[in-house]
């Protein structure tokens, strides 16, 4: 018969649970955790063999003792675990995907490769759309501003397109009052300024581009 | 019945294998290449939502190609948030939907080229002449043995047409890797039409690449009884 003896520590939203099993004969024993979902200590970003959903199994010998450790986003329950009754599964012989995973190594490309901002969903789902300009997830910091620009052109270009009186006073209250109107036109001359340099850059390097030719086939023969 | 194309060094030319026989077998091909795919991509759902849970293994599969195909993502976020585990239920999926399903699996001897072997009734080992890619073959073997999944055939691949007729080799190689051997010759009809996306029966149908596929699609078919 094993016994179950358990510690709880609570920190920062995450229970950590520590259970320390004991038998005097040994004993094949599977737990069941309480607290669920159940984060399991991973090797090769697999949950550690005997992990299965929110059960472990394990073997205790006679007289030894096994130190099971998790965590949980739960609240922390008083007992964060019990002995399953019934007992556990004979071993399968059979090789399982995680336990190749485990033995063999993982092969995704670690975290520190995937370029910031990348997601894994479909890229077309993260194209802006008309309706959400604003602060696209992935955008560069000059997609960004290009969009702005453009925001801030059509403002002004509905604003220089008015006429009549009424024209006037709707398009001045659409953008936000007449302070808003004059904060605009000092924006617009500070995109204008950082557009020029844009330009500018880009025809320098325009003719760098134009000037490089790299000589490969003379590097392959020195390299 | 599901067969799973592997080798032990990159650009020996797995994919090729693994799309021509598909086409041979009327089989789905899977991309299961997962950091590096190198079969045609599309647009819509593919093998990396599926392993990631965003879709199911059927509706992946393209039946708008020359082969079916389940392709497999291009990005490395896509690569990193897919579980390698869940391939095997994946595969089942499709084949019990399908049928015949082919594995395009990475090279070498991680767990992305494990978890595709397991998943095999049987395997096919692609190499090419040149000693270190038979000598990598060797550790490939020894994984298929070690998951318990059959070697059908070995594909000695890119053999100069002038030795294709020449036994010895093919021989010698059999002996050590434990199972026949059937050489694709170099071909450019064969070339040609992976770079157009078609088997190379479409595009050359007298070839002698043509011809070896042929002999391979039903060396398969027969060992796995289907």
Redesign the interface.
């Known amino acids: 018969m094993a016994t179950l003896d358990w510690q709880l520590s609570h920190a920062d939203g995450v229970t950590l649970v520590e259970l320390l099993v004991t038998a005097e004969t040994t004993t094949q024993v599977r737990i069941e955790s309480t607290l669920t979902p159940v984060w399991p200590p991973r090797r090769?970003g697999?949950p550690a063999a005997g992990w299965d959903g929110n059960s472990f199994e394990t073997t205790v010998a006679a007289g030894d003792r096994v130190v099971v450790g998790y965590a949980s986003p739960a609240e922390p329950d008083r007992p964060p675990a019990r002995l399953a009754t019934e007992p556990p599964e004979t071993a399968d012989e059979?090789?399982d995907?995680?336990a190749?995973?485990r033995?063999?190594?993982?092969?995704?490309?670690?975290?520190d490769?995937?370029?910031a901002g990348?997601?894994?969903?479909?890229?077309?789902e993260s194209q802006p759309t008309d309706d959400e300009p604003a602060a696209v997830e992935g955008a560069t910091p000059l997609q960004s501003w290009f969009r702005a620009v453009e925001r801030r052109l059509a403002d002004a270009e509905r604003l220089a397109g008015v006429e009549s009186p009424e024209e006037a006073s709707a398009a001045v209250a659409a953008v936000g009052g007449i302070e808003a109107v004059k904060q605009l036109q000092a924006q617009l001359a500070a995109d204008r300024e950082r557009l020029d340099r844009l330009s500018e850059r880009n025809r320098r390097l325009e003719d760098r581009l134009r000037g490089v030719e790299i000589p490969t086939a003379v590097l392959e023969r020195v390299a | 019945m599901i067969l799973t194309v592997t080798a032990g060094k990159g650009g020996v030319g797995k994919s090729t294998v693994a799309y021509n026989l598909a086409a041979e077998l009327d089989a789905v091909v899977v991309d299961a290449d997962?950091?590096m795919a190198d079969l045609p991509e599309s647009?819509g759902p593919d093998l990396?939502?599926v392993l990631?849970g965003?879709a199911a293994p059927v509706e992946a599969v393209r039946e708008d190609g020359p082969v079916d195909l389940l392709p497999c993502g291009r990005?490395?976020?896509?690569?990193?948030?897919?579980d390698?585990?869940a391939?095997?239920e994946t595969v089942r999926r499709v084949a019990d939907q399908y049928g015949r399903v082919v594995v395009d699996s990475?090279a070498?001897?991680?767990?992305?080229?494990?978890?595709p072997l397991?998943?095999g009734d049987a395997c096919l080992l692609v190499t090419e002449p040149a000693r270190a890619a038979v000598a990598d073959a060797l550790r490939t073997r020894e994984l298929a043995r070690?998951?318990?999944t059959p070697l059908a055939r070995v594909v000695l691949n890119r053999v100069d047409p002038d030795r294709l007729d020449e036994p010895a080799r093919a021989e010698r190689l059999a002996t050590v890797l434990g199972a026949p051997v059937v050489a694709v010759p170099d071909s450019t009809a064969l070339a040609r039409a992976q770079q157009t996306g078609q088997p190379v029966r479409a595009v050359a149908p007298t070839a002698t690449a043509t011809e070896q596929f042929g002999r391979l699609g039903n060396a398969v078919a027969t060992v796995l009884g289907d």
Do not use: Y
């Open positions: 090769q697999v059979t090789v995907p995680r190749l995973v033995a063999l190594g993982e092969a995704n490309p670690p975290r490769l995937v370029p990348e997601t894994a969903s479909d890229p077309a | 997962l950091g647009r990396h939502d990631a965003r990005s490395l976020a896509g690569a990193r948030a897919a390698a585990t391939l095997v990475p070498g001897m991680r767990s992305d080229a494990g978890v397991l998943v070690v998951v318990e």
